[in-house]
């Protein structure tokens, strides 16, 4: 149903709401990717607050996309995830097959990343701009204000499709809560409209360990 609604025309904008590990960042960058693939995207945008969990690791050397870096492992780790393909056809090859496959499909993801046709960035860079032919991903976008999501979706420009995904859960930042938060605000605001989709993820799919920790602790 969450893939559905991603890869509708008529969808807009969707909503994705879930626990740690339900497949929310996942699903959205493989529907990204098959549409750009499908040539009906030009660029896979993803964007994330560079909110941190718990005490901060104070200044970071580096230019822009060094001190983003922590920010886009998770995106990356899943990109990799897709473009890797699924187990069963790695396990159907020979070993040195594999190893080829894998590093060929590497060198292609670190190829659109050069050529920003997927492109990870913070959120506080996106005011001003104007996103045509674009499907965008918010990224834990439980850490924005409502006034930082309306930023954002207002950004979004002719056959472009945002997506909003999130934990209520796991809110880093101390000035926001489940109810007060942008990623709940839009799916309160937005329900009805006939450009809206959303979807509650209820199961965690990254392992019976991380299912059991999001349910008890």
């Known amino acids: 149903m969450a893939y559905a609604l991603l890869s509708d025309p008529e969808i807009l904008l969707v909503t994705l709401i879930g626990k740690a590990g339900s497949g929310k960042t996942l699903i959205s960058l493989l529907a990204g990717c098959d549409l750009l693939n499908s040539g009906q995207r030009e660029r896979l ?3 994330r607050p560079n909110i941190v969990m718990g005490k901060g690791l104070g200044f970071l ?6 001190k983003f870096d922590p920010w886009t492992l998770p995106i990356t780790d899943n990109l990799s995830l897709i473009v890797n393909g699924s187990y ?3 396990s159907q090859s020979s070993n040195g097959d594999m190893v080829d496959k894998k590093k060929g499909n590497c060198d292609k993801m670190e190829e659109l990343l050069r050529a920003k046709i997927i492109e990870i960035v913070p959120t506080i860079y996106i005011r001003g701009r104007s996103l045509h032919r674009q499907f965008v991903i918010v990224d834990e976008s439980q ?5 930082e999501t309306k930023t954002i979706i207002t950004r979004i420009g002719l056959n472009s499709k945002i997506v909003l995904t999130g ?4 809110i880093d930042s101390p000035y926001l809560d489940s109810t007060s938060n942008g990623l709940a605000h839009v799916v309160s605001r937005m329900r009805g409209q006939n450009i809206f989709g959303h979807i509650t993820l209820l199961k965690s799919e990254r392992s019976y360990l991380a299912e059991l920790a999001a349910n008890l602790l």
């Open 45 to 47: 945008k993803v964007y």
């Open 167 to 170: 934990d209520l859960a796991q």
């Open 61 to 66: 050397p580096g230019d822009l996309a060094e």
């Open 143 to 147: 850490n924005l204000t409502p006034h």
């Open 88 to 90: 069963s056809e790695r």
